[in-house]
């Protein structure tokens, strides 16, 4: 299922990163890689904050969507 769909304070883990290229490697960066934990925190109107890696990064529900977990 899309991140987006992910329930607040669940522990989900990262089974792929779709979208373009360039897309995916600045989620890359952002530490969104395949085997990663990814916690939600909050949502506000589809867009997320999300725990990853030790750091909390907001992301809008567009990339949010292509997350899978």
């Not at 779709?18 to 506000?44: D, I, M, P, W, Y």
């Not at 725990?51 to 990339?63: E, L, T, V, Y």
């Amino acid at each position: 299922m899309p991140l987006s769909f992910a329930k607040e304070g669940e522990i989900n883990s990262i089974k792929k990163v779709g979208g373009k290229e360039e897309t995916r490697q600045f989620l890359e960066n952002l530490g969104f890689v395949t085997g990663a934990n990814v916690t939600v925190v909050s949502t506000v109107n589809g867009n997320l904050i999300v725990n990853i890696k030790d750091s909390r990064i907001a992301i809008g529900k567009d990339m949010a969507s292509r997350i899978m977990v």
